[in-house]
């Protein structure tokens, strides 16, 4: 058996100095593309930058300079911010979204129909569509009348529930088998106790998927922050990034390590979920 790598391009099947060189050619440009940026973001991070406006890719001493100027500029409020935001909001999409599904999938009733269009259309329309209704909305949140414009719950709620997730885990739970659930029942086991012995920790791996994209989708919300929060203090790290870069004082060295505290959660929650998400994606890959 060839453990050689094919390419999509047919690269491999080519022979010759020729061929090598256009290999070489190609690798070397998709790595610049898709790896230089974080080359760039990592090397001015830790580097001396010494002019503000200036930026090389050629590293000038290691320093953690820029980090204890990104503390000066408040960063680490702006990340425990998204951390708030973020962790409870992607605790409720998660508890939404298992619940949705399960109805879904489960249970039949009068209108579903109409409930998976409503699920479906609120992912064709893009954010900034909807951001000024949901400003008006959440300024005298029906029917308690409360203004919830300059809150953390103004951040959380309106990500509770997410389509995509809903999609996902109905799919899921739709090939958990219903003979484990009669069998359950059969045991004396009631509804609740079957859904979370039984059902849901099969949908593991849809769970690895939806806290991924979730967490990835919460982590980078920028306009429903930018409507909600009223003051400094209330800004999340996207906000924060896009305050930094107008500010004139700022160099490009803190701008970047800014930027790279605004990507390792993302990096750590993919790891964190790897293996359940790989093993949804593969069993949607294999499904379909």
């Not at 790896?35 to 890719?57: N, R």
């Not at 958990?176 to 859904?195: M, N, S, Y």
């Not at 160099?251 to 605004?262: D, E, P, Q, S, T």
Request: with cysteine.
């Amino acid at each position: 058996m060839s453990d050689r790598f094919d390419s999509a391009l047919g690269l491999e099947a080519r022979r010759g100095p020729w061929a090598w060189a256009a290999k070489a050619l190609l690798y070397t440009m998709m790595v610049v593309v898709f790896a230089g940026p974080l080359v760039a973001l990592l090397v001015g991070a830790f580097s001396k930058v010494i002019d503000p406006t200036g930026f090389s890719l050629i590293p000038n001493g290691f320093t953690l300079a820029n980090f204890v100027e990104a503390g000066h500029k408040n960063v680490y409020l702006y990340l425990l911010n998204s951390f708030v935001v973020v962790g409870f909001g992607l605790l409720l999409q998660m508890l939404v979204s298992v619940f949705a599904a399960y109805s879904l999938a489960r249970k039949r009733f009068r209108g579903m129909a109409v409930v998976l269009v409503v699920i479906l259309a609120t992912m064709m329309l893009p954010e900034e569509v909807i951001i000024v209704p949901l400003s008006v909305v959440l300024a005298d949140l029906p029917p308690f009348h409360t203004n919830l414009i300059g809150s953390y719950a103004g951040m959380i709620l309106p990500v509770g529930a997410w389509g995509f997730s809903i999609l996902v885990m109905t799919e899921f739970m739709k090939d958990v088998p219903v003979e484990l659930e009669e069998a359950a029942r059969i045991d004396g086991a009631g509804e609740l106790r079957t859904f979370f012995s039984i059902i849901l920790p099969m949908c593991r791996p849809a769970l690895g998927v939806i806290g991924v994209f979730g967490f990835t989708m919460i982590w980078d919300q920028y306009l429903l922050p930018l409507i909600v929060a009223t003051e400094p203090g209330q800004y999340t790290l996207p906000i924060a990034l896009r305050t930094l870069r107008s500010d004139e004082e700022v160099g490009i060295g803190v701008l970047l390590a800014a930027a790279l505290l605004a990507l390792l959660p993302s990096v750590l929650a993919f790891l964190a979920f790897q293996r359940q998400f790989m093993r949804g994606l593969t069993s949607g890959a294999i499904k379909g």
